[in-house]
């Protein structure tokens, strides 16, 4: 079995099959998640939904390979397969600061980020009403040493420092950018708390990078929950 239906066990059109075999949709999901565990370790945080994905990497003496992503990986809420629709890059100084940025239903998104290159502490704040760790924080740091990427659903207000000149971030989107649907918190809401100290060097003496838009962003306290 393994032999005959590894090329087409993830793909989207199961008629791609043999038709001399029946197929075994349980099966086939657990060749999936047992092939994707190889490649890469997937690790669900405490905010219920957040999810850090580390890949497997192969270095020889030419530099590294690793897979970023694999359609299958990841299901979204309701157990279906995530999809990506539009892919962002953005190159950042050392001390700049992005965020705290979301996109409010109908064009909710959830959001695959890493740092193809440089360092960042990538932040995501709960921002669901009826989530028991509504206005809670995670921050972990991307790098293109560790390679780690991190997933966060809609529900999530999500932001970055960059830790280094020239930091390359690149983050695939389930929904497309909506301008009347988009919404921000402030980076330094008292009441979340975020740390951004907590990955060298932290936060610049003079305080980050800020665009004009995110320096007034309201508190999390004057919005309604937008989720």
Same mark, same amino acid.
């Given at each position: ?5 590894? &090329? ?11 038709a001399n075999y029946?197929?075994?949709?349980? &099966?086939?999901?657990? @060749?999936?998640? *047992?092939?994707?565990?190889? @490649? ?17 990497? +192969?270095? %020889? %003496? ?8 694999? #359609?299958?990986? @990841?299901?979204?809420? !309701? ?14 100084? =050392?001390g700049t600061l ?16 890493? =740092? ?13 009403? %009826? ?8 921050? *972990?740091? @991307?790098?293109?040493?560790?390679? *780690? ?7 999530? &207000?999500?932001? +970055?420092? =960059?830790? !280094? ?25 008292? =009441? ?15 305080g980050p990078l800020?665009?004009?838009?995110? &320096? ?7 919005? #309604?929950?937008?989720?």
């Amino acid at each position: 079995y393994l032999r005959r239906t590894y &090329a087409t066990t993830c793909s989207r059109d199961h008629r791609e099959f043999d038709a001399n075999y029946e197929f075994d949709f349980n &099966a086939s999901r657990a @060749l999936c998640i *047992c092939f994707k565990w190889q @490649l890469m370790k997937i690790e669900r945080l405490p905010l219920a939904g957040l999810i850090k994905l580390t890949p497997r990497q +192969f270095a %020889d %003496d030419r530099g590294v390979f690793w897979e970023t992503w694999r #359609e299958g990986m @990841l299901d979204d809420a !309701e157990g279906n397969p995530l999809e990506f629709v539009q892919e962002n890059l953005s190159i950042s100084k =050392a001390g700049t600061l992005r965020g705290m940025h979301f996109q409010r239903a109908p064009h909710a998104q959830g959001k695959l980020v890493r =740092a193809a290159s440089g360092r960042i502490f990538d932040v995501a704040v709960d921002v669901r009403v %009826d989530s028991e760790t509504r206005g809670q924080w995670f921050g *972990c740091e @991307l790098s293109s040493q560790n390679a *780690c990427q991190l997933w966060i659903p809609a529900g999530f &207000a999500h932001g +970055f420092l =960059a830790l !280094e000149d020239n930091c390359v971030v690149e983050y695939r989107c389930t929904s497309l950018y909506s301008p009347d649907s988009e919404g921000s918190i402030l980076w330094d809401d008292p =009441a979340v708390g975020i740390d951004w100290n907590a990955a060298s060097p932290g936060l610049p003496a003079v305080g980050p990078l800020l665009s004009e838009k995110d &320096a007034v962003a309201p508190l999390l306290a004057d919005i #309604e929950w937008p989720f």
